[in-house]
């Protein structure tokens, strides 16, 4: 029988997640169906169990419901305990296993992607929310000089740090002033607003990598500002890609390449 995938959200219409997962499946030769499920706002719990009942082998989660579907798993990988949200259901039977694999598809898109490496370089991950709390594990683990957490409330930077026990700096925006950082990623809603992040001038040095974690057809704000210092600048679309693949991954034992993906993605957003 064709396994069953979904990715649940709401809203969900816009997700390309069935495209990405019907392409490694062709490339992969795995036999498998995906499907988009639109849950209700209070209805994640008794969606995602209607599906699993009913044959469902695996779940993609996006807003609003990585924090629920945490609690919803009675298991969790490592980064997923770290994050403390899950973008990723498996289903073995009764049991619902979490990961969250945003954080090692943001580095897959950095390091193998955009060929920057981030060991020994100075990081910067603006940002206190969700997004920003699952990469911070896996950046961690790449082995940075150092990492600094920032955001426009700094007590919730402070807050996530602390969580960490890391030796993680944490700052508001206008304590970066006089720093200067080889990679520089924005984990902040600004950009679905259409802002940037209120960051003083100066804060790339040479050669630095400005990374949106956003994607669009045009450059963000804060991608713009960026390029306007010198910067270069990569947007989320690979994160995309990388995270979906470490699905693929953790559902059906196989990695895709997503190489040749990638470039049609980017094609498509033209």
């Known amino acids: 029988m064709t396994d069953r995938y979904a990715v649940i959200g709401h809203p969900v219409e816009h997700s390309r997640s069935p495209a990405i997962h019907a392409a490694f499946a062709r490339q992969t030769g795995q036999d498998i169906e995906y499907l988009k499920l639109l849950a209700p706002l209070d209805g994640f719990v008794a969606a995602a169990e209607a599906f699993r009942t009913s044959g469902g082998r695996g779940m ?13 798993a009675g298991g969790h990988s490592e980064r997923a305990r770290s994050a403390g949200a899950v973008n990723t259901l498996r289903f ?8 969250n694999t945003d954080g090692a598809g943001l580095v897959r898109d950095i390091r193998d992607n955009l060929g920057v490496p981030l060991r020994d370089k100075a990081l910067l991950l603006l940002g206190a929310g969700g997004a920003a709390r699952g990469a911070i594990r896996p950046l961690l683990d ?3 000089a150092s990492l600094t957490l920032a955001n426009r409330r700094p007590e919730r930077a402070l807050a996530l740090a602390l969580h960490f026990d890391a030796g993680l700096a944490a700052c508001g925006f206008a304590e970066l002033a006089g720093r200067r950082f080889d990679i520089v990623i924005n984990a902040t809603a600004a950009s ?6 209120a960051l003083p001038a100066g804060i ?3 050669a630095a990598l400005a990374y949106d974690m956003m994607y669009a057809k045009a450059p963000t704000p804060f991608l713009a500002a960026a390029l306007a210092q010198g910067a270069r600048t990569a947007d989320g ?3 995309l890609l990388e995270q979906a693949a ?3 991954l953790l559902w059906r034992g196989v990695r895709p390449d997503t ?3 990638l470039a049609a993605l980017r094609a498509s957003l033209a």
Not at 192 to 197: C, N, S, V, Y
């Open 60 to 72: 993609n989660v996006t807003l609003p419901f990585k924090e629920e579907a945490f609690a919803y």
């Open 92 to 99: 073995d039977g009764d049991r619902v296993f979490g990961d």
């Open 142 to 144: 790449q082995g940075p």
């Open 192 to 197: 679905l607003e259409g802002e940037a992040p």
């Open 204 to 206: 790339y040095a040479p």
């Open 237 to 239: 679309l690979g994160m």
């Open 246 to 248: 470490e699905s693929f």
């Open 259 to 261: 190489r040749p993906l």
